[in-house]
């Protein structure tokens, strides 16, 4: 069974609640915008929280109070029309995760001899709106930036495969950031003093990405690991002793029958068990010249 977290991507589309009174059917086709967004979105190991459309603080308001709730890991805010900065501003705040602004037209440009042909004035404005993404775009970066928040933008046209390439990169970012928040570390031995350019402040792997290190020593690894059996023991040996240039090198004279069973064919465990005997047998030596 996979363990690995599903991201939580919310997306919103924001516009201007005074429009839609004015201009008949530019709610339902910005509607419908948002929705094809969401759809593209959505695959496998990613699940869309939509908003909708944000037309007022007041929904705003409660759309930052939901992606609290919903927890959600990076929000794609779809500049569909011109939208007062004021209707941005407290969704993103409350919301306090990465922000990626789509700025993306339906097409790319107006169809002009179906434009021109509009006899009324009021459905023309209506027609321009629906490509009036970029508009707010400079008033949204302008509130951002001035309320320290970060953000990215990704420009471009809503079927435009350069667009979604790039926004198939910052999925791909925000699952790596979503990985590593929920992600346990196990951090085994020390730095090297000496190189300081190279040891790692632990302390910031978790404020940085919100993971969390166990600090941990060799034996204590070896609770976590099963015991392997004696006929993997075996086999294992077997192994060593047909591949490696160290099993052809002697033993100790001195190293019993007993020992030479067990012994090893790396050689620095080689030399800490030599070293172990010579100790255990020049030692008592050394003690009796002393106390005569």
Request: hydrophobic letters at 45%; aromatic letters at 8%.
């Amino acid at each position: 069974m996979s363990t690995e977290r599903v991201l939580r991507a919310g997306l919103c589309g924001i516009g201007l609640e005074a429009y839609w009174g004015q201009f008949a059917g530019l709610k339902g086709r910005l509607d419908g915008y948002v929705e094809q967004v969401a759809v593209q979105l959505t695959r496998p190991g990613i699940e869309v929280v939509n908003l909708g459309l944000i037309d007022t603080p007041a929904r705003s308001n409660a759309a930052g109070h939901r992606c609290r709730r919903e927890d959600i890991d990076v929000l794609f805010l779809y500049v569909t029309t011109y939208a007062l900065s004021n209707t941005v501003l407290p969704l993103v705040q409350r919301a306090g995760v990465p922000v990626i602004v789509l700025n993306l037209q339906p097409e790319a440009a107006i169809d002009y001899n179906a434009f021109n042909g509009l006899l009324d004035r009021t459905a023309m404005t209506g027609e321009w709106l629906a490509f009036c993404s970029a508009c707010p775009a400079p008033e949204i970066a302008n509130v951002l930036l001035r309320a320290k928040i970060p953000f990215h933008q990704v420009t471009g046209m809503l079927e435009e495969a350069e667009s979604w390439r790039e926004i198939e990169e910052w999925l791909a970012a925000a699952r790596v950031r979503s990985a590593l928040a929920s992600a346990r570390l196990g951090l085994m031995g020390h730095y090297y003093s000496g190189m300081l350019d190279i040891m790692t402040d632990v302390t910031q792997v978790s404020v940085t990405f919100g993971t969390h290190v166990e600090l941990m020593e060799v034996d204590e690894l070896t609770r976590y690991a099963p015991r392997p059996a004696i006929a993997m023991w075996s086999g294992k040996l077997r192994t060593f002793k047909r591949h490696s240039i160290f099993s052809r090198i002697a033993r100790p004279k001195n190293c019993s029958t007993r020992r030479a069973r067990r012994w090893p064919s790396t050689p620095w465990l080689r030399a800490t068990i030599w070293t172990r005997s010579l100790t255990t047998t020049r030692v008592p030596a050394m003690r009796s010249m002393r106390t005569r």
